[in-house]
């Protein structure tokens, strides 16, 4: 079993466009995180929730809402896609402050 | 913000030597760790360092943490091509700071 994984794992939309993505974890951790990797492969936390709750958002623009309906699950919907949106989106989860799980990436594309 | 700086960006070396990358970050930190990324792929978690701690092994993985100059090292022992990939130090404040703030990145190629 995948311990963390999200779908879809491509992504290719337009521009104004609405989409989702999917995040669920099965190693029964708090904490979830929403990192964002652009062209050069900078890894940039967006969002991390603690049992449900809402704990960073790092001066992500509002068209991001994370939504977090259990502990196992945290999923991104984007509004409004942009081109500076395309990027590789990493869902992650973690216990006490230990290493984290990365799930293997999405991959958005807006033309 | 804090952020970690690792240093080569890029280094290649044969299969059979030594690989060594180093970090720098900025404040104080709970703990350090160092994460592979291989091409295409998400990151594996390598390694935990704490701020009390000096030095740490795992397999052929040594990571060392100096507090006072706010750097880590990660050496990778007796490499193979396999271990070709990206390699970030992240660092974590602890607390309620739940939050990992990643270094740039060094990409390491291992030649057969």
């Known amino acids: 079993d995948t311990a963390v994984s999200q779908t879809p794992k491509y992504l290719v939309t337009q521009m104004g466009n609405d989409k989702s993505i999917k995040c669920e974890q099965n190693?029964?951790?708090?904490?979830m995180y929403w990192y964002k990797q652009d062209s050069k492969k900078f890894l940039k936390i967006m969002f991390s929730?603690?049992?449900?709750?809402?704990?960073i958002n790092e001066t992500v623009p509002n068209r991001f809402s994370p939504k977090s309906p259990d502990k196992a699950h945290l999923n991104l919907h984007i509004n409004s896609l942009e081109l500076g949106d395309s990027a590789v989106y990493f869902c992650?989860?973690?216990?006490?402050?230990?290493?984290?799980?990365f799930g293997q990436g999405t991959r958005l594309t807006v033309v | 913000s804090q952020q970690g700086e690792e240093d080569p960006q890029a280094l290649s070396i044969q299969e059979g030597e030594n690989a060594t990358m180093n970090c720098s970050y900025k404040?104080?930190?709970?703990?350090l760790q160092w994460y592979r990324q291989n091409s295409g792929r998400g990151l594996v978690h390598l390694i935990l360092?704490?701020?009390?701690?000096r030095e740490k092994h795992s397999g052929r993985l040594r990571v060392t943490l100096d507090t006072s100059k706010k750097s880590s090292s990660l050496l990778i022992t007796a490499s193979r091509a396999a271990d070709t990939a990206s390699y970030f130090c992240?660092?974590?404040?602890?607390?309620?700071?739940?939050?990992?703030?990643f270094g740039k990145g060094t990409l390491l190629t291992v030649n057969p």
């Open positions: 992650a989860s973690s216990q006490d402050g230990e290493g984290a799980f």
């Open positions: 190693l029964g951790h708090d904490t």
């Open positions: 929730y603690n049992n449900k709750e809402l704990i």
């Open positions: 404040t104080s930190i709970n703990n």
């Open positions: 360092i704490r701020s009390n701690e």
């Open positions: 992240a660092t974590d404040r602890g607390g309620s700071n739940y939050k990992l703030t």
